[in-house]
């Protein structure tokens, strides 16, 4: 009798424990879901590392006074890899030329270094130096749009979201920009950032001309007749020789484009892109290529916007929704296995069928799969769903650039090697640039560009896979004649940075002969100049 009566409590009691876990393993799902497919209110701010100031440094004395244009005193930044805070000295966000200058005096008075700053999607320190005056530059957000000369007028510290909204009202479109929105014009400028338009390439070839801010206050306007040697140290020069206050930039008429889809062997790509240049048609092209662990880098989806032969009336701008969803499919994916094979088969599979477009007044009659947007539509895109809450992973971009009868053979091994490290491939993508006359030059003539977009853990073991990846990858790009892009991180060394930038030493001198006192700093400039 007892023991029948101590059954039931036992089973009550199994059954209790069994809803308490699934109640728990519930509420943790529910929790992580929450996390990995949530917006995050502010930029992460990891700590790493932190890059002290000096325990003396040379700047102020202690006693003296903030000056009162300063917005943040002390205290540290960061930038997009969350990776590099940084100890400053304080912050300034001048909303004038003359604003601009009385930070720049204050600077050279009491011998304090100056950085610059737009947005900070630097990942190596670019946009900081130890015990620096940051100069913020966003509220230098001027645009004029200038129809007759077919050009617009951009103040360095605006976003290229701002500058398609502005020309988007006109009919106009931009001929060149990154490939997000949220982006500074002057520091994308500064890294000669490229996008998806791929026969114009980087933005040297739209910039017409810069209004430029020296170390000494004065400004002075460039372009390639009039100062043609600071002009190319400039665009592509990290804002070591002065502040681009305003540049004008070519513009383009918007157009009607029809978004296709074409997947096929990452093999072929050379001869997909290369047919492309004789279509006229074609007007912006790029490839996105498997993240499958056991097919990485074996398959590409390659997107074409192809002009329309008779134009459709063109909508006002639309926001891309944001979507958990699909963060959450995107950030599991961290997790390799299962999660980057579906987040590569929902890419190429599920992708096209949901893609915002625009509908045409005539869209019954065309067929079922158009996708129809315009050129600014096309590049209205701030990638919100990159944005992540996760605070033990952060992300990195890598870029190669490398010759066409390279790409193919450095694709293989850097797959193998990124199969060997703990960093995460969560996108790769390939565009096409070309040669500019600037003297950090990374495409030096037609090239493939890589873009590797990876998860890392953060920590110091990260930090260390990180970069032995990183110089691993570096090596297989220089053995086939390719190149590395200098706004990320630093893990390359001074003979990396001379074979890929032959002319790197005419640019410190051109910028020790403009900057003597060495005013504008950076950690790229302080590490390998």
């Known amino acids: 009798m007892a023991a029948a009566r101590r059954r039931p409590f036992r089973f009550r009691a199994r059954h209790g424990l069994a809803v308490f876990v699934v109640l728990i393993l519930v509420s943790y799902g529910i929790s992580m879901a ?159 950032a490229h996008g998806v338009d791929f026969r114009t390439g980087s933005l040297a070839s739209t910039v017409r001309s810069l209004r430029v801010m020296l170390a000494d206050g004065t400004v002075h306007t460039l372009d390639r007749t009039r100062s043609p040697e600071l002009f190319h140290a400039v665009i592509g020069g990290y804002g070591l020789l002065g502040v681009i206050l305003e540049a004008e930039l070519d513009v383009v008429p918007d157009e009607s484009y029809r978004l296709e889809q074409q997947v096929i062997a990452t093999a072929d790509l050379p001869g997909v892109f290369g047919a492309a240049f004789d279509d006229p048609d074609r007007r912006l092209m790029y490839a996105h290529l498997s993240t499958v662990p056991s097919g990485l880098f074996e398959e590409a989806v390659v997107y074409t916007h192809r002009r329309l032969a008779e134009p459709e009336p063109i909508p006002p701008l639309r926001h891309e929704p944001d979507s958990g969803a699909a963060r959450l499919l995107f950030n599991l994916a961290r997790h390799r296995g299962p999660g980057q094979w579906l987040k590569w088969t929902a890419q190429r599979d599920l992708l096209p069928h949901v893609r915002q477009c625009t509908e045409s007044r005539n869209e019954a009659l065309r067929a079922a799969e158009a996708c129809l947007v315009s050129r600014n539509q096309a590049m209205y895109n701030d990638l919100a769903l990159l944005r992540n809450r996760i605070p033990q992973y952060t992300d990195i971009l890598q870029e190669y650039f490398l010759p066409p009868d390279a790409l193919v053979p450095f694709l293989r091994s850097a797959a193998a090697e990124l199969n060997q490290h703990q960093a995460v491939l969560l996108n790769a993508s390939v565009r096409v640039v070309h040669a500019s006359p600037v003297l950090l030059d990374y495409a030096q003539g037609d090239r493939y560009s890589v873009v590797l977009y990876l998860s890392q853990d953060v920590s110091a073991a990260g930090n260390r896979d990180m970069a032995e990846l990183t110089r691993m990858l570096i090596d297989r790009a220089l053995a086939q004649g390719g190149t590395f892009y200098l706004p990320y991180q630093q893990h390359y060394t001074r003979d990396d940075l001379t074979r890929a930038y032959p002319r790197v030493e005419e640019f410190f001198a051109l910028k020790r002969r403009h900057d003597p006192d060495l005013l504008f700093m950076n950690s790229f400039y302080r590490r390998f100049a």
């Not at 500058?163 to 000669?192: F, K, Q, W, Y």
Request: one cysteine or more; glycine letters at 10%.
């Open 34 to 192: 929450d996390l990995y497919s949530g917006v995050p209110q502010r930029p992460k701010d990891c700590l790493v590392r932190q890059v002290a100031a000096e325990p003396n440094p040379p700047m102020v004395d202690a006693g003296a006074a903030f000056p009162a244009w300063l917005v943040q005193r002390r205290g540290t930044v960061n930038d997009a890899s969350c990776l590099n805070r940084t100890e400053v000295y304080g912050v300034a966000r001048p909303g004038t030329e003359d604003e601009l200058r009385t930070a720049l005096g204050f600077a050279r008075e009491h011998r304090l270094e100056v950085s610059l700053s737009g947005t900070r999607h630097s990942m190596g320190g670019q946009a900081a130096a130890p015990g620096a005056l940051i100069i913020d530059l966003t509220a230098l957000d001027r645009i004029v749009v200038d129809q007759a000369s077919g050009s617009v007028r951009v103040g360095g510290g605006a976003v290229w979201r701002q500058v398609l909204e502005a020309v988007h009202a006109r009919g106009l479109s931009i001929r060149a920009m990154p490939s997000i929105d949220v982006l500074s014009v002057g520091g994308t400028i500064a890294a000669n």
